[in-house]
Each structure stands twice: as structure tokens, then as C-alpha cells.
């Protein structure tokens, strides 16, 4: 079955760039069908969708992050990325990827923090 | 943007008991693509209901979604005791993607 599983740094400094990876087992992102996701949650808190992306690699954003946000996708490598810039303790949280709406990834923890 | 406003916030049961969750949006969900989702301590979300009332495999048959439109069911027919968690429902018919804001059931 496909699973997926969240890679990237756990600490990432004010101002400087989150990057984490998404890599896909079990299944090719490039079958189709399939919208894959983002998604955090702040600690103790509710659940944010952060964006998607398909495998052509057209992608949409939540509107509060879209001006900070990116996703793209690597087929070759069965992955898909999140950047997220000019980051602040704000962004500190745990993120998810996944594929819409299923399964979702263990979730990695980012610390924004000098 | 969808809004999804999930009631009780807390819900207090005992085991055996049955428990009712609701989820209602601000405007009519697309496709009635309304999923629900568990969270216990520490783990990801696990999906529980897509398609508002098809239930994901390996899910126990307890768990039950309903509704259509703007509102929406989740029913879990006798609680076990794993089943104390906090409860997710998303929208994914239209973008942007939205979740409501969490329904906690408690042991009593």
C-alpha cells in the first residue's frame, strides 16, 4: 500500500527558508488521479491545509501562505516538496504530507527557532 | 473559503455509549467530499469516513458518516476505549481545502 514519509530539517532559522520532502512508496505519483498535500498543525492545535500539487505540477495554496509558499513535484523520484520562506516561530509546527485524503505521513516536526 | 464548524467541542461519554458528532459547513460541500479523521496523542490523523459515508479500509464498522450538502454526521455506535480522541472533518471539493476545528471525546 502507499505510504509516505516527510523528510527536511527539524530546525530552521527566523527569516531563512523551511524546505522538507514528501517521498511516495508503494505507488507512483505520476498514475494520476491523486492530489498530494501539505498540511501542519501548530502544537496543540487544529489542523492547516497548506496546498496540493498533481503530478503535471499544477498546484494550489491556501491563500494565507500563498505569497510564502511553494510545492513542486519529482516523478523520477516518486517525491513532492514544500518551501515555505521568510519563515517565524509562527511556522513552527508539525507537518504532514499526504495524499488527499489518504494516507497521510507521520508527520515531521520543524522548529523555527536561532 | 468553506468554513466547517464542528459541534460539541468536548464531548463526554462512557464506554458502550454512542457517540454524535456534527460537522456544518458555510456553504454546500462539492461532491459531498467531506472526509473525517481521528487523532490520538502524537499520531498523524487517520482517515476514518471519505465521500461523507464510505467508510476507509480497516475502519470498524461503528464508525458511521451521514449528511449531505452542509451537514454532517459522524456517529460512532458504542464507544470502545480507543475511540477517546480528537475528531477532524475536511472538505476537499473545493479549494481552498479547510478542516474544522476539532471535537474531543473524553472518557467520563
Known amino acids: 500500500q502507499v505510504q509516505l514519509q516527510e523528510s527536511g530539517p527539524g530546525l530552521v532559522k527566523p527569516s531563512q527558508t523551511l524546505s522538507l520532502t514528501c517521498t511516495v512508496s508503494?505507488?507512483?505519483?505520476?498514475?494520476?488521479?491523486?492530489?498530494w498535500t501539505w498540511i501542519r498543525q501548530h502544537p496543540g492545535k487544529g489542523l492547516e491545509w497548506i496546498g496540493y500539487i498533481y503530478y503535471s505540477g499544477s498546484a494550489d495554496y491556501n491563500p494565507s501562505l500563498k505569497s510564502r509558499v511553494t510545492l513542486s513535484v519529482d516523478t523520477s523520484k516518486n517525491q513532492f516538496s514544500l518551501k515555505l520562506t521568510s519563515v517565524t516561530a509562527a511556522d513552527t509546527a508539525v507537518y504532514y504530507c499526504a495524499r488527499e485524503p489518504a494516507p497521510w505521513g507521520q508527520g515531521t516536526l520543524v522548529t523555527v527557532s536561532s | 473559503e468553506i468554513v466547517l464548524t464542528q459541534s460539541p467541542g468536548t464531548l463526554s461519554l462512557s464506554p458502550g455509549e454512542r457517540a454524535t458528532l456534527s460537522c456544518r459547513a458555510s456553504q454546500s460541500v462539492r461532491f459531498n467530499f467531506l472526509a473525517w479523521y481521528q487523532q490520538t496523542p502524537g499520531q498523524a490523523p487517520r482517515l476514518l469516513i471519505y465521500?461523507?459515508?464510505s467508510r476507509a479500509t480497516g475502519i470498524p464498522d461503528r464508525f458511521s458518516g451521514s449528511g449531505s450538502g452542509t451537514d454532517f454526521t459522524l456517529t460512532i455506535s458504542r464507544l470502545e476505549p480507543e475511540d477517546f480522541a480528537v475528531y477532524y472533518c475536511?472538505?476537499?471539493?473545493?479549494?481552498?481545502?479547510?478542516f474544522g476545528q476539532g471535537t474531543k471525546v473524553e472518557s467520563k
Open positions: 475536511q472538505q476537499y471539493g473545493s479549494s481552498p481545502r479547510t
Open positions: 465521500g461523507a459515508s
Open positions: 508503494g505507488g507512483s505519483i505520476s498514475s494520476g488521479g491523486y492530489y
